[in-house]
Nanobody, 117 residues
Framework: QVQLVESGGGLVQAGGSLRLSCAAS????????MGWYRRAPGKQRELVAF???????NYADSVKGRFTISRDNAKNTVYLQMDSLQPENTAVYYC???????????WGQGTQVTVSS
């Protein structure tokens, strides 16, 4: 079993920054990959940033150049540095761990990010 605990959300003014953290515990495999999704009010959940094979990263077009995903493998923790935040970035941000075999997704409880104009 895997547990994901997010932290770092909050209220920030437009142009500000926040750093989200996600600590994974339990049975973590070296082939597991982690990343971030978000769900804005009235919208479907969407990918924000993710680690893919070979340690490369993948970002949603809307956050490229402003958001940075990073990780500390020793701590099984991933981070999402969010700069130049805009009101449209307001959402609940979810940490995700994807296991390839068997194909399984684990989710954190979500952390609210609110950007005021």
């Amino acid at each position: 079993q895997v547990q994901l605990v997010e932290s770092g959300g909050g209220l920030v003014q437009a142009g500000g920054s926040l750093r989200l953290s996600c600590a994974a515990s339990g049975s973590i495999f070296s082939t597991d990959v982690m990343g971030w999704y978000r769900r804005a009010p009235g919208k479907q959940r969407e990918l924000v940033a993710f680690f893919i094979s070979g340690g490369k990263t993948n970002y949603a077009d809307s956050v490229k150049g402003r958001f940075t995903i990073s990780r500390d493998n020793a701590k099984n923790t991933v981070y999402l540095q969010m700069d130049s935040l805009q009101p449209e970035n307001t959402a609940v941000y979810y940490c995700n761990l994807r296991r390839l075999l068997p194909d399984t997704d684990y989710w954190g409880q979500g952390t609210q990010v609110t950007v005021s104009s």
